[in-house]
């Protein structure tokens, strides 16, 4: 086991009914005017962000609001969020909403104390220092930024979509998470969620640190717990016990826990943020086509984790560590297909991915070789998309 730091500031409160804490919380962090950060409107049709600001009401806080943040978030409502901020001397952020509000209130929230440009950061020129501090009611369990220090945003300007990743800066102080939010998720969206968070447990657990037996147990008991409660919510989107499950799984899965100890991958994840950010697909969905793909290549290539996981996770009784790790992927592609997801780019909608384009993009993103648990070049990336197809 490597040595490590494990350290995650955020104060959660789970449960029923939970946003009426949401003022009390944002004094709690010291704020006193804030901006409150959410998506195209699910939270205005569900009453949430009235109940919201009647909380921050009743604590006597202040709020400006700005809405229509898209899904795959980009930068030019960032730049809107910093000067609204400056100029009305705010003094923190709460996003209401999913992945694409938080890490647009996170970009915003490192953006405002910073003089230059809040691209700096995701540039990797400028490591963050000072952030205002961010509180979120989350609707949707899936990217895990309610309890990750990072964001992803893309610069519209070449579409590079790159995620900023800090120790401790942009963790939100105080994450609210009430499982009856979840109830008016599109199952597309519930079951890309699921993908997302099963996929941070992967890119953690497809790791060559060896005698990690504690990180790799955990990993593998919040992977079986998501398998065995996602068709469960699929059927019953109202059923509250599911709904609890998956959104702490959620969580869990990105918090750093299932990664302590040990190199941690993240290819799919760079593989897929250059698709989402071109063809504009929802980034779950995205990693249920990358990470068979990615996994098939190990499979031949280096299996024995992917091996591991078919044996420990799917219980498949197999010496061979390709066939083991080969007839996990098909379990796994099954699952996905189970609660509707697509496992090919066809499934995805892009029928003819411009794989020199990926490729390309995701070299200059990220380097000429990339990955944790097997060096990758062009050449095999390009192999690996070509896998998806
Ligand atoms: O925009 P609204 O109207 O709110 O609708 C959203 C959006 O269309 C809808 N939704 C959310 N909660 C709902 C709801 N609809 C009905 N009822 C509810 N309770 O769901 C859609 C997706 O929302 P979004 O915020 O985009 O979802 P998600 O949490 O999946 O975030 C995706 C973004 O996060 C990034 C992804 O790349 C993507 O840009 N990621 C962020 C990470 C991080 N910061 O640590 C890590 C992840 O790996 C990921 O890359
Ligand atoms: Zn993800």
Redesign the pocket.
Known sequence: MKDFTYYTPTRYLFGRGVEAKTGELTRWMGVKKVLIV?????????G?LDRVKLSLDNEGIEYLEMG??????VDTPVYDGIKICRDNNIDGLLAV???????TA?AIACGVPYEGDFWDFYAGKKIVEEAMPLGVV????????EG???????KLDGLH?I?L?TESA?RPKFAIMNPE??????PY?TA??IS?MM??IF?RYFSNTPEVEITDRVAEGVLKAIIAEAPRVMAEPENYEARANIMWSGTLA?NGICGTGRQEDWVS?FM??EI?AVYGV???AG?AVMFPAWMTFMAQNHPVKVAQFARRVFDIVEADDTIAALKGIEVLKRFYTSIGLPVTFAQLGVENPDIDLLVAKLHENKGETIGGYYRLTAKETSEIYRLAL
């Open positions: 959410y998506g195209g409107g699910s939270v205005i049709r569900s949430l229509g943040i898209q899904p795959n978030p909403g999913g992945g694409s509000a938080i890490d996170k989350l609707t949707i369990p899936a990217a895990g930024s990750s220090g990072n964001s992803v945003i893309t979509k995620s990743r942009l939010l979840t109830f008016t998720l599109p969206q890309s969620g997302d996929a941070h890119e990105h994840h897929e943020h989402s929802t980034h779950g990693l």
